[in-house]
């Protein structure tokens, strides 16, 4: 039963260790539009579409010259000097494809002519497309959260990320091209008609901004150890990501700070520190939370991690234990005023570790703690402080 209780309380267990400023990146893309502005067809236009619709696939009439059913079957004298150029537009709009061998479009036949899709499409609307317009368009691109980055949000984009950062490389060759297009239609162009036809659009540059937010490192059910932010979206990435991006690229470079003091700290229980009072915080943090001044100060430091001085400040009592360079006697130096001492001894203290007491009821303690990040493990160094109490046990 009690074994039990210890699993739960284990379970329900969670803390925030440390919290610190993490760059996701945002793509920053120029994009080039082509566009068409439909227009109303010219009755010239019209009438070359419904010839074609009702009389391409008749043998009687495909195979005469488009001039001569103009002029002889519509009545339209001399209709050369408006074909050619009429068939030549059409066929540069994309309404007709034009058979090699013919040389001049005046006199093609019904046959030499294939309608597009664009060609039946028109017919139908009864507009054709003008001449392709291009416009340069620029996006900011969230890709973790999968949201273009409005107005109010560019202005917190940085330049360069921060030490701790998502890599932009799994990115770079997204292009969100629908999404663009879609976006072009709410942003309010002067070019953008609402008949107007977007034929295509192509990135043409992109650059990666930066975005910063807050990442937590949180500890849960004992031994988990858990990165978050305030965005689902972001925890959604997060959790994704293999131990080792994780442990290499987020937590490593906020917690070791280029020293790998967990190869000589002795392995810790984080739920017994929970059970005990105890709160979490990153090594790197220790010589501020430990002033060695004013007072009793008991230091145990096997990993060479809290630096002490040979001399004493005033009114200090420094007492170091597991000290292997301390004659087995131990040894008392004095400061030059003789009002601050550091006393040396080569025994351990009863705590194994990183151990410091203030003499005030705090005491901080240092040991590495076998923790599961993402689908692998690893031991990351600590620091917490607990009651004084649990020093004496």
Not at 82 to 110: C, H
Not at 224 to 249: I, K, P, T
Request: aromatic share 8%.
């Amino acid at each position: 039963m009690a074994g039990m209780e210890g699993r739960l309380e284990k379970e329900k267990m969670t803390m925030d260790i440390a919290s610190t400023d993490v760059s996701f990146p945002v793509l920053q893309f120029e994009s080039t539009v082509i566009h068409q502005t439909p227009r109303v067809a010219t009755a010239f236009e019209w009438m070359m579409l419904r010839v074609h619709e009702r009389l391409a696939g008749d043998a009687r009439w495909n195979g005469i010259p488009i001039s001569r059913i103009f002029s002889e079957i519509l009545a339209v004298p001399d209709p050369n000097p408006v074909i050619s150029p009429m068939l030549d537009n059409l066929a540069v709009l994309g309404i007709f494809q034009v058979g090699e061998r013919t040389a001049v479009l005046g006199n093609a036949t019904l046959r030499d002519l294939n309608r597009t899709e664009r060609g039946n499409r028109m017919l139908r609307d009864r507009l054709l497309p003008a001449v392709p317009g291009e416009e340069a368009v620029k996006h900011s691109f969230d890709p973790v959260r999968s949201i273009f980055i409005d107005a109010s949000e560019q202005q917190q984009l940085d330049g360069k990320p921060m030490p701790i950062h998502i890599s932009e490389e799994p990115f770079l060759s997204v292009y969100p091209r629908e999404e663009i297009s879609e976006r072009l239609r709410r942003e309010g162009h002067r070019w953008l008609r609402p008949d107007t036809r977007i034929e295509s659009v192509t990135r043409k540059t992109v650059k990666t901004a930066w975005m910063r937010t807050r990442l937590t490192f949180r500890i849960e059910q004992g031994d988990v150890l858990e990165l978050h932010c305030r965005d689902e979206a972001r925890n959604g990435y997060l959790s994704g990501l293999s131990h080792e991006y994780l442990a290499e690229q987020l937590v490593r470079p906020f917690f070791f700070d280029g020293k790998e003091a967990a190869d000589s700290l002795p392995p810790g229980d984080a739920a017994e520190i929970e059970k005990a009072g105890g709160r979490f915080f990153p090594l790197k943090e220790l010589r501020a939370r430990a002033q060695l001044e004013n007072g009793l100060r008991i230091i145990q430091d096997q990993a060479g991690i809290l630096p002490v001085p040979d001399m004493a400040p005033a009114r200090t009592l420094i007492a170091v234990f597991g000290d292997p360079s301390a004659p087995a006697e131990g040894s008392i130096s004095w400061n030059e005023n003789g009002d601050g001492a550091t006393v040396r001894c080569g025994s351990p203290f009863s705590v194994p570790g990183f151990v410091y007491w203030n003499g005030n009821g705090a005491c901080l303690g240092a040991q590495a703690f076998d923790v599961r990040l993402g689908n692998g493990r690893m031991s990351l160094p600590l620091c917490f402080t607990v009651p004084a109490g649990y020093i004496r046990q």
